[in-house]
């Protein structure tokens, strides 16, 4: 879904340039960035539950996720939102873009604001899986302290 809503921002422009050509391209910047790194840090989270390098390596992986994917979540919501600005200055102002370039910076704002929704789901779902593992966690303490009494 990041690379989809890449393409779909990255193709978008005039044709006298790109998208970096625009005004407001900071928007476009930022929007870039942040699908960038979501799609490299995806990829390399996928490719650590895949192999299992996560279990070698010591920290709590849930909470890492639940982290990430919540900051992700956050910074997909500004991405889209100042993207959204953006096509919605061309629409008002009358700066001559065309509208099949505001139609493809209107379909990326959608998918990035789906792609928020999933990392924001996922993250909730990382929060769930802390949240059973730390009940049983303090059960199992308990039942420790319990057999230490003895």
Known sequence: MSMATLVC?????TEEGGLLNLPLSWHFRIMIFV????????????FGHV??????????????DMAVY????????????LVASAFDFYQKMNTGVSRDTIRQLMTSVVLGYVLMLLHG????????????QFRLYQRRKLIEEDEIDL
């Open 9 to 13: 921002l990255t193709s978008a422009g």
């Open 35 to 46: 699908l960038v790194l979501t799609l490299l840090v995806t990829i390399a989270t996928l």
């Open 51 to 64: 192999t299992s390098l996560i279990t070698v390596l010591g920290p709590e992986w849930i909470c890492f």
């Open 70 to 81: 919540s900051l992700f979540a956050f910074l997909l919501l500004v991405g889209s939102s």
């Open 121 to 132: 789901a996922t993250a909730f779902l990382s929060y769930q899986r802390w949240k059973v």
